[in-house]
């Protein structure tokens, strides 16, 4: 059975960083093609944080993070990561993870994700 379990979340000012994890279990994440970070704020639709191609690494980011969030996958250890710096109260959010087994098109969209993560809240403090 697969399952993705995110981690790190938190309360932290702005300006103030924070890394997210997502491990994987059940499968080793490089049999996912694509594995990405969506976030859902209260009130507000799920949107694409960022994503990651697992051969070789590529990343793509929303434009709202780019700069900032900087995502990784180990391999080693199956997980894949989201560092972000410079947070600002606009990012707090309820932050998945999510993976693709074989990517086709649109990182940037939901339903281009079979699996999913629980979720972990990162809330910014102004």
């Known amino acids: 059975q697969v399952q993705l379990v995110e981690s790190g979340g938190g309360l932290v000012q702005a300006g103030g960083s924070l890394r997210l994890s997502c491990a994987a279990s059940g499968r080793t994440f490089s049999i996912y093609s694509m594995a990405a970070w969506f976030r859902q704020a209260p009130g507000k639709e799920r949107e694409f944080v960022a994503a990651i191609r697992w051969n070789g690494g590529t990343t793509y980011y929303a434009g709202s993070v780019k700069g900032r969030f900087t995502g990784s996958r180990d391999n080693a250890k199956n997980t894949m990561y989201l560092q972000m710096n410079n947070l600002k109260p606009d990012d707090t959010a309820l932050y998945y993870c999510?993976?693709?087994?074989?990517?086709?098109?649109?990182?940037?969209?939901?339903?281009?994700?079979?699996?999913w993560g629980q979720g972990t809240q990162v809330t910014v403090s102004s």
């Open positions: 999510a993976a693709c087994m074989n990517y086709q098109r649109n990182y940037y969209q939901e339903r281009t994700y079979e699996y």
